[in-house]
């Protein structure tokens, strides 16, 4: 056979492979996975850096999946890699087993992204490329000079991120950047011709990209495609590849099921899928083998890559002899532990807006933490994420050497690009917007907890205190609602978003020190538009770290326990001081995590919150915010939003809404009366 | 003053006006709106059709305005058109003004949709233009041929969901639709060329629209395309007009503050604005004030639409006498009454999922209600909206009499386009997707919550029993979110979205009775995707209209009450059969919607769940999402899922997570024995 005749031997090789874990699995996508076997093939087996002994190294190239339904031609073509067993991708889609139904992240197997939510793939692939452009620029390029290769499928190029990851990357001009459109024609539920009459490959160019367009299923065209593409263009690139659906496959009458919608998401099925494993050139009772000259194919790739890497690493060596200074950085930032930060160096303005607290950490995080790109949606002035601009500038094609990420009006592209920045490595990277458009990042917020990326949220203008902008901009339910991701685990136990409302500025440098000694799961910060008063004086911050605890000046055996987060806390002490006129003891908590409060010994918060005494929560969000905290029996009561909020300077809002000392008092003394 | 002249004075009176407001208010978004008065002031004095005697005619043309944050050139223009007073808006951003921060729906005043998060607004005046064709192809020409116009900004151009708008409008070929983009080159924290550098031109012509760039600040390039754009181009008209930021603005010491950032979001601040109302030739001391010669364009313009609008009404009035049933239809459509059902046309199969008992009331409601239009994300086959499909055909270019809107993958921009139709009136939109996609659309289900538009959202495949796919396409915490929104008042006071998970196939045709009935607030029905067995014979589904209730074969006197939503219902029925074994006493409560059930009488709730009974929950959500209803005091115990799901047939995940009746016999004596 020749080579264009091995290649597609191969090609059918990871058509058998998929079509056939789908149909052992009884479910699954097998058409997409057939259509794109060529592409992969042709990447995996002749382009694709990486080192098989040592799969996590810093400078292989990263290959991000966006339909993650197509992990059956993943699977595949790492099987033939020899980083799956056969054995292993039998077990597609059953439990326990290391090939779930959409990948999960597993850079060791060579999956460097979770997928499954069109879309966020290529995102993160994008962020990953800005990451190793950000990283060449302060490491140089003999370590940093690897590809980013995206795959991405007419749903995720139909998805509303496109447009963030197509202004983005071609605005910052990332050139790392390959990305294969496997354009078949074919979706879950129509042919992409009900939907889409677009020109993409002109949009893309409209975005500064290279495009290209090729047949996707012909190696010399892939390859061909690929060249230009590393060689490099100045610009992202789009090969677009033209794919058949389920190329290969025959339906039980032996007629042609190519280009069917009934091959998205479902098995071949019995008749149908024998027909196709015979035309394919496999064995239909033992489909799950390696064809031999597929085999060589792989394992020859296997020794040039010996090869190729042996002489990159001995490059990387000799840089790392030559700059020393830069060798220990790039190692410590690959380590993904905590950075070691100064604290002392932040200076906190007593009564300041825990935004501009956040701002005064962002200062400090960009002057110590060289590693960090912090970024906001068009919003820095106003997140205040401009503490850490002051300090560097923006990135910009041709020059990464700001650590400043200006995302634009797009909240979910920048969540996702930041989210790819981390699972890339070396990276940290935080990122600002307004509390209220955490809805649109929610998509990103999820993948992240459960890929465990500990990517920085930076949340401001947290409550209806947005005040004259509305209940558009004014947050209600939402901080109950990324609660939900503080109670959900992932896989490994753990809480799977750390979130916290700190109280006032000192209690904020507090949770920024968390924030970024987190490095296992995405932390969120919610701050204030608004100044706060500060807790009261000789207030241990530090318990913070516990997640709730005694304000400073409690009372001992109070008859009454005050909860709150953020700047309710400090509504609260203004209510304590009317209580303690009428000779009522009091007890104030702070709760910036109910979380990890949640992780102290239960000994702990029966002490904070003991069971016989009554509990009072407010909160500027719904009630039930505070219920998981103050109960919701005939002990507690809490005192929240019943409604969106209002257009009114924020101090009208307080006494409208009674979040005022005064109410506090009123509420409590009823309270305490029932 | 010849022409020209007198339409840049008016220009010049909004942005007197408009500058004016932020300034009392101390809070506000003067540049936008100064740039792009030019634009409105000529939409609004020249060409916008609507009747000032009638504002909410069906057949006025709808502006919809994108960034909210202009809204005071909203304002100011609708006060030109003596919409507001000038009193009225002197009181920006101030409690209880009918001027809030960011424009809320308010018809009557010419404010089409509420706004303030970019890029939804433009989503929905799509919406709109599908909603005025589907009704044209319904109803004729006569009544529908007006025009949807939107006004987006770089902010709207940037956000994710303009690839959803730009791919639908141009697929569907909306050329209704007339979108005036206001090109300012600055934006809130940077300049646009920070952020893009897109050719946004090519990218809308890549999407199939038209495509026209113009100096937005000029009055003849503004009325030439607008001429052009309404005499109509087959596809959606875009007319970019760079417009100048701040223009006619001042500094304090007299040097020009045009295109300046500091504009975008605060007051122009005491001298610079003294300098900008002088130049811009009003008075700093009365600059609330209408120009003589303003006054009567407006009111000329006025006259004129009596006699545009009469003309357009006799052709009404002629297309009512000659066609009084389509008449009927269109007065019962745009009513905004919930439309008259058949609901015993509904079969049900027992024990089928409720995703296909969905299916099987959408089928009645395609064939019964002709102003129905059902959308889904390409999910169509596996959301179940099939039901609907197959009673009609997919909207077309230039064929709208289909009823079933193909999005593609673009679940925000579906769901703000349906909220669009409904804003638009004469529509009922409903839509599918999987629940776990919710994440994407709950920016959209917010705002359609604060509007109080009565969209229908279908979200099946509710729970780890997804199954295969794994955790990424299993919701876990989204139906605590989601009835986050049923806690979340809207500003008449009631819940602001209706949340529905039925139990079986009898309670879903309930719960999409109820849907449909409710006319005030979205709904939300969330289905499963695999079968229920069906709740015990006899069972009094129509008490599901209470929220929850008590199951029939429910014993009296119980030592337990039993509570669930959705297909863990069910699961209680399989463990209750063990319990009874023991002898004990059972009570099964389904709770479809506790949002609801808190709007029953006390008497009733206290009856269902009463107080001194021990409950016991089981949610394949997190615990939370049953604590409102069971609490979570030491009388409660709620069994739920504490982690993302897995990868594995749902019968395999059953039983290892713990979701059978077995399990609840285990844990209910454990409970009861504590």
Redesign the interface.
Known sequence: MNDIQIMNHAANNIRILAASMVEK?K??HPGGAMGGADFINVLFSEYLVWDPSDPTWTGRDRFFLDP??MSPMLYAALTLQGRFTLDEIQQL?????PC???P?LDVVRGIEN??????QGHAMAAGAAVAEKFLEARLGHEVMQHHIFAYIS???V???????V???A??LALDNLIMFYDANDI????EVN??????????Y????WTVMEIDGNDVKQIREALDKAIAGTGKPVLIIGKTVMGKGALKADGTSYEHSIKTH?APLGDGAYVNTIKNLGGDPEKPFAIFDDVNKLYTDRAEALKKIVAKRKAAEAKWAKENPEKKKLMDEWFSGKAPKIDWSKVKQKPDSATRAASSACLKVLAQQVPNMICA?A?????DKT?GFLKETH?LRPGDFSGAFF?????E??MADMCIGMMLHGGVIAAMGTFF??S??M??AV??A??MGVPVKFIWTHDAFRV???????EP??QE??IR??E?????K?QD?VRVFRPADCYETTVCWQMAMENMETPTALILSRQGIKCLPEGNDYEQARKGAYIVKGSDDNPDIVLVASGSEVSTLEDGTELLRKDGIRVRVVSAPSEGLFRRQPVGYQDNVLPYNVKKFGMTAG?P?TL??LV???HNSHVFG????G????YK??DE?LGFTGENVYTQVKEFLSE
């Open positions: 699995a479910s699954g993650g339904h889609r059953q439990w326990g087993s779930p139904g959409h999960e979770s997928s499954g939510p069109l879309g007419d749903g995720g139909e998805e509303e991120i496109s447009q963030g197509g202004r983005i071609g605005k979706q879950l539920s129509t009900k939907v889409m009459r677009e020109d993409t490959a002109a949009k160019r409209a975005w500064n998401g906001s068009d919003l820095s002035n106003s401009d923006d200006q995302a634009g009006v797009a979910l592209t209220v458009f809805d649109y929610k998509p999820r993948i907890a459960l005040g004259e902008d509305g209940p558009t901009h209600v339910e109950a609602q939900l991701m109670k959900l685990q992932n896989h136990g799977s719904l039930c219920e998981g109960g919701n029996g939003m019943k409604s969106f209002f257009s009114a300077p009208v809002l409208k």
